[in-house]
């Protein structure tokens, strides 16, 4: 792309908070789609085309964890309402979480071996409706009849109208068209707009759920690391890590704690490739920091196809039925790490920390890492 057809990041940016801020939501649709499209633009490295389905399929792994019930109401657990219409998005999850008798740490692969023929259905229903309703709406500014379009975001070839019937179909061309550099703006700078989505997100759900919300508890519930337990796989990491502290190398002999690689501050990711095993005291000094050159090289010989890590983790997860989304997590990798300035602090050990090397960090992610083969979506 040549640099004159570059957009500029702090209008594009101004012009982005703008239609976050602008008009009334009926739901919180725009918001989990925005979402997942701004993880999806860093996981797949400035795609030019997105494709509305897997959209859709990401709002609902955004969706899942929250249909668990809430128990900050001193009355009793609920559904925290996000919608004002009678059957949306949650309400249909979370129907089907109630009926088949899902804890509040099964993940939507849990969901899908409890009732595949159902899961299929109630999948397909999800998607359609984010390709009908937020999808073509999402970059209208106001509401109602003084509501204005503005493409500045994507292109496609269909509005709200569309029916989800001919969503279902094959041929139904999905294709979300991103305007010159967006989606490479939308990946580099989806560390800072998360947390800002995040936040007006969970804005809306206090709204509609005023009566029974804690504020200080509603970010956490929604958005929390702690959404699926990882107890599963703490042992047979420990044990793949030879019962070694991933950062510091000593040796595990109490309770290992399992630390997201990328901090899920950074980039929300529960894949095998982004857990690691650590002391308690190595996990809590680094904390949301993102990790140092060393171990920035060691974490991504787990990338290599030809590599035993690799090999270890693939039977790992296989054997344990957990995600591993190579691509996606080294793709999250790239947008968190390659766009930061020279001098950035990263974390080594304890209080000791590190000024990040553009150019040794490029090496390490750009130049000795190829785009690994997929490993399944999970």
């Known amino acids: 792309m040549d640099e004159a057809e570059a957009p500029d990041a702090i209008e594009f940016s101004t012009r982005l908070l703008q239609l ?28 030019d085309t997105l494709s509305a ?50 804890g509040r740490r099964a993940g939507p692969e849990d969901a899908a071996d409890a009732a595949p023929a159902q899961w299929r259905t109630l999948e397909a229903d999800v ?22 379009e503005d493409r500045f975001i994507y292109d496609i070839t269909w ?14 061309d999905d294709k979300m068209r991103f305007r010159p550099g967006i989606s490479d703006l939308l990946g580099r700078l989806g560390p800072l707009l998360r947390p800002v989505l995040q936040a007006r997100w969970a804005t809306e759900v206090a709204k509609r759920n005023s009566d029974a919300v804690d504020d200080l508890q509603l970010s956490d519930f929604l958005f929390g690391a702690e959404r699926v337990s990882l107890q599963r796989v703490r042992g047979p990491l420990l044990e793949l890590q030879e019962r070694r502290c991933f950062y510091c190398g000593g040796r595990i002999s109490g309770t290992a704690e399992v630390d997201h690689f990328i901090p899920w501050s950074r980039h929300p990711d529960n894949a095998l490739d ?105």
Not at 30 to 42: E, G, R
Not at 54 to 82: I, K, N
Not at 127 to 148: C, D, H, Y
Request: aromatic share 6%; hydrophobic share 40%.
């Open 53 to 102: 389905r897997e959209v859709g399929r990401r709002v609902l792994e955004l969706y899942w964890p929250q249909t668990s019930p809430f128990t900050g109401d001193e009355r009793g657990e609920l559904v925290l309402r996000q919608s004002t219409m009678q059957s949306d998005i949650l309400e249909k999850l979370a129907r089907f979480r109630r009926e088949h008798g899902l």
């Open 127 to 148: 998607i359609a409706t984010v390709v009908k309703e937020p999808i073509p709406r999402l970059q209208r500014f106001g509401s109602g009849a003084a509501s204005t």
């Open 159 to 172: 509005d709200e109208k569309v029916s989800k019937t001919r969503v279902g179909q094959a041929e139904f």
């Open 274 to 378: 982004n857990l690691v095993v650590a002391h308690d005291r190595c996990n809590g000094a680094k904390s949301d920091s993102l990790a140092a050159t060393d171990h920035l090289a060691v974490w991504l010989h787990r990338f290599r196809d030809e590599s035993a890590t690799s090999r270890s983790l693939a039977d790992l997860g296989a054997e344990l039925a957990w995600p591993r989304r190579s691509p996606r997590t080294l793709g999250a990798a790239r947008a968190v790490y390659l766009p930061l300035p020279t001098g950035t602090p990263l974390w080594r050990t304890d209080r000791d920390f590190e000024t990040l090397d553009r150019t040794a960090v490029h090496a390490l992610l750009v130049d000795s890492v190829t785009h690994p083969r997929a490993q399944g979506s999970g």
């Open 20 to 47: 976050i801020d602008s008009g009334r939501l009926t739901a919180t649709y725009k918001l989990a789609a925005l979402t997942a499209i701004v993880d999806l633009c860093a996981e797949l490295g400035a795609p």
